[in-house]
């Protein structure tokens, strides 16, 4: 089936740094990515839609000029947390979306620990 | 804020029960359903899918039942093994290329 990778999978930074992470499709174009981050104990939580070629659309109460997405490829979209702090400590995940409903995949996830 | 929740945040069984996992959601306009497992660290693994059309679709051990009557999804899983321990989010889609809505999330403990 269909894969999406992400990484990298694990990153400790230092306080006041920018991380970034790149969520790839491998073997299928993915028209639309989403960006989610889950806290310990909780489910998913929307962060932003993207389409190739355009600009993200970010959820109500996500900063746009932290948590900067591109999605210049159909197999490429990355996410930059920049001047991250302590509370950014999150697992990011991704998910890859085609045309179809049921073509979309996630990536197996980012943990980012700010120290 | 979220319009897919799920009943029940915990579910304990023995090796070899049968397991129901229930989710509730609230836009009748969704018109497709899926089934997540997520084992910790890692990111959420498809297990099923449902389309609106359908009241019932079955996999390998896996069955997922639609009720759009009352708003209600259900995962069932034959032969619950240890390997299926894991926490269990049930999704909704109202479009293609638009954003699948979360459930809370259902952590299924499964003892030998």
């Known amino acids: 089936g269909a894969v999406v990778s992400q990484h990298p999978s694990w990153v400790i930074c230092k306080s006041g740094t920018s991380v970034k992470i790149e969520c790839r499709s491998l073997d299928f174009q993915a028209t639309t990515m989403f960006w989610y981050r889950q806290f310990p104990k909780q489910s998913l939580m929307l962060m932003a839609t993207?389409?190739?070629?355009?600009?993200?659309?970010?959820e109500q109460g996500v900063e746009k000029d932290k948590f900067l997405i591109n999605h210049a490829s159909l197999t490429l979209s990355t996410l930059t947390v920049t001047s991250a702090h302590p509370e950014d400590s999150s697992f990011y995940i991704c998910?890859?979306?085609?045309?179809?409903?049921?073509?979309?995949?996630f990536g197996p996830g980012t943990r980012l620990l700010v120290l | 804020g979220e319009s897919v929740g799920l009943h029940l945040p915990t579910l304990s069984v023995q090796e070899g029960d049968n397991s129901i996992i229930n989710c509730a959601y609230s836009n009748s306009a969704s018109d497709y359903f899926i089934w997540y497992k997520q084992e910790s660290g890692k990111g959420p693994q498809f297990i099923i899918d449902?389309?609106?059309?359908?009241d019932k679709r079955q996999g390998q051990r896996v069955t997922v039942l639609l009720n759009k009557t009352v708003k209600h999804l259900s995962l069932q899983i034959a032969a619950t093994q240890p390997g299926d321990s894991a926490v269990y989010f049930c999704a909704e889609n109202i479009q293609a290329g638009t954003a699948l809505i979360f459930g809370k999330g259902t952590t299924l403990s499964v003892s030998s």
């Open positions: 993207s389409n190739e070629g355009s600009k993200a659309t970010y």
């Open positions: 998910r890859a979306s085609g045309p179809l409903q049921e073509t979309q995949y």
């Open positions: 449902i389309r609106s059309n359908m």
